[in-house]
């Protein structure tokens, strides 16, 4: 159900995005309204209230994944309404970007088996005091699907606490009873850290695909919160 038909989002579109439709609606079915689709070699973003950066294989994943199209024009206008405060969720792909950009720490490497990986996972919900997590309580698992092939999230030591001592870690891969180990993690990221957000926490960025579980013939609407959530956080 629509909780808002006034927020307005933007989901940026490259070569190779393969979750772009997903978001878009996964967005409309929470606010009510259609997202603006932004092609990456824009150059102006229209006033909007969230941006996301979808999943996919940008540019194909050449150089590193994520690594060119944190070079497209549009980038630019992302890391400067992201330093004005507009929320910018970036999932799989999107993540990979958001780290290249340089608005979110860290990097995502090959996942620690080599192979890629297409399967639900659990989440442990970190905290509930950002407007990404708003529609979960913290220390909810949630079951969420992931597909990617350069999930794993490296940080080094001093970055990883500070993320972790200002509460910048949204989501960890855990198993269904909310326990973190190396079986329960997908990739080998460092502290199961599946989702991590900048200084100001209008900034996320996470491997697993919300959009992809919300409902209907999809399997699940755990992702269906974070959308409703956000959109209520906004409102």
């Known amino acids: 159900m629509a909780l808002s038909n006034t927020l307005k989002t933007a989901v940026i579109v490259f070569p190779g ?25 824009d150059s102006e973003m229209p006033d909007v209230d969230l941006i996301t950066v979808p999943g996919g294989f ?33 999932v799989c792909n999107g993540f990979q970007v958001l780290t290249e ?23 442990k ?26 999930g794993n999230y490296f940080a080094d030591d001093d970055t990883l606490d500070r993320l972790e001592g200002e509460g910048r870690v949204a989501f960890r891969y855990c198993d269904a009873n909310g326990t973190l180990s190396a079986d329960a993690n997908p990739n080998g990221s460092q502290r199961h850290i599946a989702g991590v957000m900048n200084e100001n926490r209008n900034v996320l960025g996470m491997m697993p695909h919300p959009e992809r579980l919300i409902g209907g013939a999809l399997g699940g609407d755990d992702g269906t919160a974070m959308f409703e959530g956000l959109v209520a956080a906004l409102a």
């Open 101 to 123: 950009t340089g608005l979110l720490p860290g990097a995502l490497m090959r996942n620690a088996g080599i192979k890629y990986v297409c399967r639900d996972v659990w989440l």
């Open 58 to 90: 940008s540019y194909g994943d050449y150089l590193r994944s994520g690594a060119i199209a944190a070079n497209s024009p549009i980038m630019r206008e992302v890391s400067a309404r992201a330093a004005k405060g507009v929320p910018v969720l970036g």
């Open 125 to 150: 919900v970190d905290g509930d005091e950002t407007p990404f997590t708003h529609g979960y309580d913290a220390g909810q698992v949630v079951r969420i699907p992931i597909a990617h092939h350069d």
């Open 17 to 41: 995005s393969n979750c772009d439709r997903d978001m878009q609606v996964a967005l409309r079915g929470a606010t009510g309204s259609e997202p603006i689709m932004v092609w990456h070699g």
